[in-house]
Each structure stands twice: as structure tokens, then as C-alpha cells.
């Protein structure tokens, strides 16, 4: 949709959405809803495998979030979060993670090193500490002492990429628009409660140090159990930027469906940045289990699992 229809239909929809304030408990108990559902960024199949099969075991949601995210994780040929990622500028595969349940509880992990799951150590960091974030070697400390095992994660291909990329690039860190495969994941549980998750080895070749989007709740992912959740991918320092998982839920919130709040968070990157050289995707739902997508770029997709069924959907995105 180009801006000025957007913002034609979007303020129609706010003058509407202003005389319609009261929707969330007739929400919660539509007859229409359509939970359990799992959806992940990307072309995340096997993740969506795993959160529905955990669903059918336990139900819930942060169980079926945590173990999507665990599966590109795992997967070394996904170059983009946990083993098999792209080193940062100086060889390290430093990792991102956060995860957000129905009650508000949230836990992240971030700048970790040599840990496989980081999802899962952010789950623990959630259900194990007072706190809501560790960083770097105070991670790392916690993972071990709760079990996780240290791994080296920089696959042969990981270190062979890092190696052609320092001949050519100057040790200056690139934005590359297509190479982003980490995985946000948002599920409804069984009771139609909401969770999300999100993962990732950051941008390749990335500054030491560098943080992105994925373990900042309300950045990446964000939930409210009165409203849904939303995720993000793509460069996360303009989802940091726009808080724009935080902006998607207050905006379905305020009577946005997904679709309409995932395009407005897009709009306020694209209203004041440069956005044309950079990847921002967005994925959220409502709890009715009604779904929306929205990018600044074209190649964006995402992967929905309903009814034991899963498949990939392109979404639609603002720069046609
Ligand atoms: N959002 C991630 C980051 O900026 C990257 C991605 O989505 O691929 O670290």
C-alpha cells in the first residue's frame, strides 16, 4: 500500500476505532476464535513442527515458543541464529535471545557466547533470576551453572564466510538486506493464552559487541494476554528504534487488527528513515488468533501452523 492510502485508510480506521474502544473481552470470548496456532518469521517450517508438536503435549504456548525457536538453533546450515551463525567482525558467534509468557514474565539473553539454546537459558533467566536480562560473560556464567553445556558454535562454513567476507570488506560491518533468517515465534496455547520468542546470531560480521533487536522485549517481541503478541526481524536497530513489537501490540490495543498495526509500525520507520537499503519484517496476532504481516521490502514470508497443518505465506510489504 503506498503511504497516502495508508494513511487515508488508517485515519478512517482511528476515527472509528475511537468510537469502537471496547472490544478486548468481547475479543476474548468470540465464538470465531482460532487458537492453537503457531507462527513464526521466515520460512520456518520445522520450528512451526516442533512449537505445534510441543503444543499437543503440554498446550501452552511458551512451551510450543521455546521450542520453535530451539530448532534453527540446532540447525547448522542456519546461518543466521545459534550453531552454524555468522561470527561477528572478529570471528565470535556472540547470540540474542528473548522469550515473553502470557503473564507478563519476560527473560533475554544477550551478547552470549558458546551456548546452543539461548532461547532456553532466556526462559531460565526468566524462571530462575529476579532479574530480566544477562549479558555476555554473566550469561554465559548462569547457562553453565544451570546445565547448559559450552559449545564451539562456528561451523567450518560459518568461519569459511567470515574469512572471504574479512578479505573483501574493509572490517567495515554491511547491512545485507537478504540474509536475515532469525526466527521470532508467537504462539496462542491451547486456552488461548499468547507467548512469543525470538533467536539469533545478529547481523554476520556485525562490531563486537553489537546488540541487536532479539533479546529486547518489547523490541523484537512483545505480548499482552488482553490483547496478542508481535515479533520482528530484519535490522534491528530500527525495530530498536520504534520499539516496534511494543507498538504493534498497544496499536491492536487501540482496535487495530494485525494487519492494520504491523503496517503502521512499518510506516514509522519508513516516515523517518532512510529505509530503502535495510529489511524490517513484522509479524503479529490477536487473541482471536487473526494474523497479520508487513515489510519494508519485498521477500519476506512467514510460516502459520493451524489445525496440525503448516504452511508458508508471502507477506505483503510497502515498497512495491
Ligand atoms: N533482528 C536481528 C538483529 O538485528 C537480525 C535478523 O532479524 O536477521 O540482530
Redesign the pocket.
Known amino acids: 500500500m503506498k503511504r497516502r492510502n495508508f494513511i487515508k485508510q488508517t485515519s478512517a480506521f482511528t476515527g472509528l476505532a475511537a468510537l469502537v474502544q471496547q472490544p478486548l473481552l468481547a475479543q476474548q470470548s468470540s465464538p470465531t476464535a482460532n487458537f492453537p496456532v503457531v507462527i513464526s ?1 521466515w520460512k520456518n517450517e520445522k520450528a512451526n513442527e516442533a512449537a505445534w508438536a510441543s503444543l499437543q503435549k503440554t498446550g501452552r504456548a511458551l512451551d510450543a515458543v521455546e521450542a520453535g525457536a530451539r530448532v534453527p538453533e540446532a540447525d547448522p546450515n542456519d546461518t ?2 545459534g550453531y552454524g551463525g555468522f561470527p561477528d567482525r572478529d570471528g565470535h558467534v556472540t547470540l ?1 535471545a528473548c522469550i515473553m509468557d502470557e503473564k507478563g514474565n519476560a527473560g533475554s539473553v544477550t551478547f552470549l557466547e558458546h551456548i546452543m539454546h539461548p532461547i532456553s537459558v532466556a526462559r531460565a533467566v526468566m524462571e530462575k533470576t529476579p532479574h530480566v536480562m544477562l549479558s555476555g560473560e554473566g550469561a554465559l556464567e548462569f547457562a553453565l551453572a544451570q546445565g547448559f553445556k559450552k559449545e564451539n558454535l562456528l561451523t567450518e562454513t560459518a568461519k569459511k564466510a567470515w574469512l572471504e567476507w574479512k578479505k573483501e570488506s574493509k572490517y567495515e560491518p554491511k547491512i545485507n538486506i537478504e ?4 526466527i ?1 515465534v508467537l504462539a496462542l496455547g491451547t486456552k488461548g493464552e499468547v507467548s512469543g520468542a ?1 533467536t ?4 554476520a560480521f ?1 562490531m563486537h559487541g ?5 533479546p529486547v522485549i518489547g523490541a ?1 517481541v512483545f505480548c499482552d494476554d488482553e490483547v496478542g503478541g508481535a515479533c ?6 530500527f ?2 528504534k520504534t520499539l516496534g513489537s511494543f507498538l504493534i501490540v498497544e496499536l491492536m490495543r487501540n482496535g487495530r487488527t494485525p494487519q492494520q498495526a504491523c503496517e503502521e509500525a512499518i510506516m514509522r520507520i519508513v516516515k523517518r528513515y532512510d529505509y530503502k537499503t535495510f ?3 513484522y509479524l503479529a496476532i490477536n487473541k482471536k488468533g487473526d494474523h497479520g504481516a508487513y515489510a519494508i521490502q519485498k521477500g519476506f514470508n512467514y510460516t502459520l501452523t493451524k489445525e496440525g497443518v503448516t504452511k508458508v505465506i508471502e507477506s505483503d510489504y510497502y515498497m512495491k
Open positions: 518469521t543466521s541464529v540474542d540474509r536475515h533468517d532469525t521470532g525470538c539469533t546470531s545478529g547481523l556485525k553489537r546488540v541487536g533487536d532479539s523484537a520482528a526481524t530484519g535490522l534491528g536497530e525495530v530498536l529489511q524490517i519484517g
